[in-house]
């Protein structure tokens, strides 16, 4: 049986499936942490927010966030993909008997889900009720192992055991095949808003940039990157990459610029990563529109004597940054504790609350963002 580490695919068949990615507007970020069957969260920025899975999750590669907000995670070695809501509760699960050993995936525009089954060559695409649709396969093929589509729907796969990238119409149609910068094993494939293509080399230590002609561009390495995998894009351009080997996670600018190393989340071979789409801000004559926010129900409630309180919030267009305050407030109305003071990016937030020194009873607690506010009330009983 055939094993290697693959990240994303996609492909088309009838309908051209322009690319949904990058997204306009980004949010939190998840990894695959394929040594531990988890995913860990991670906030806009970087920092580890938790990590979730679900029962039978065994060796879990690609990640997408779909259209109908929920998340898909392929379970590589039971061949299956398990399907979770916007909340990271498991849903449901699905498979075929299309799929050999599923790595990368990715969601067209046209909804339609695709899978890179690696050990049988080929890519299997579902509708995202799980429902089998077809496969395709063509050109040299061999370890089907991640996907892009650029702006004029064309698509690039990766073919991880022949160190190749083959190039395909938007009807699936074989044009090219392409390599260069000493490209081994490529892992996965992402595009930025000009369409120059990032592959990663999970067997060369690096990444190299293409154009679209299959012509390179550039080559990015970083000490903190050996055997890169997983790329991703977020709305600023700056993207990031999951270490097979470090177990890290490393960012770049839009300009290709070293901007940290992420180390926390007990990452154990991190492969794919992916952001959450937020939703497209709404165009009026100042551009600044804020989108969502939510403050959501503690979490036990009652509890005693910890509570877990999640709120999510979205920044405008001009400001990355919002002014955050999230309080706990006695039934009188008196000020109990801060939980949260300070400047923070859009995305969603989880932060424990311990009454431990407190008596049972009514409290409150408020969050304050930009021009947001919300109130909820919560119940400590010991």
Known sequence: MKRLIISSVILVFIFVAYAILPPERTGNFLVTSFGNDSIAVYDSLGNYLRTFTAPGVSGPRGIVFAPNNKIYIASQFTGEIFVFNSDEQFITKFTSAELDGPTGMAVSNQG???????????????????????????????????????????????????????????????????????????MSIARNTSDVLYISGGGSNN???????????????????????????????????????????????????YVQTITSGNLQVPRSIAFKHLKPVTSVEDEITVAEFELDQNYPNPFNPTTKIKFTIQSDVRREMLNVSLKVYDVLGNEIVILVNEEKPSGSYEVEFS??????????????????????KMMLLK
């Open 112 to 186: 339609e889900l695709y899978v890179a089954s690696f050990n049988n060559d080929q890519v299997v695409v579902f509708d995202l009720d799980g429902n089998f649709l077809r496969t395709f396969t063509g050109g040299s093929l061999n370890g089907t192992n991640c996907v892009a589509i650029d702006s004029h729907g064309a698509i690039y796969v990766s073919s991880a055991l022949n160190s190749l990238i083959l190039k395909f119409d938007a009807n699936e149609n074989f044009m090219f095949e392409f390599t260069g910068g000493g490209i081994s094993s490529p």
């Open 207 to 257: 990444i190299v940039k293409f154009d679209t002609l299959g012509n390179m561009v550039g080559v990015i390495t970083h000490p903190d990157l050996p055997a890169p995998q997983g790329i991703a894009f977020d709305n600023r351009g700056h993207f990031f990459s999951s270490s097979f080997s470090a177990h890290k996670i490393v960012e770049f600018d839009e300009n290709d610029n």
């Open 355 to 376: 009454g431990a020194e407190l008596p049972s009873g009514i409290y409150f607690y408020k969050l304050d963002a930009g021009n947001f506010s919300d109130t909820k």
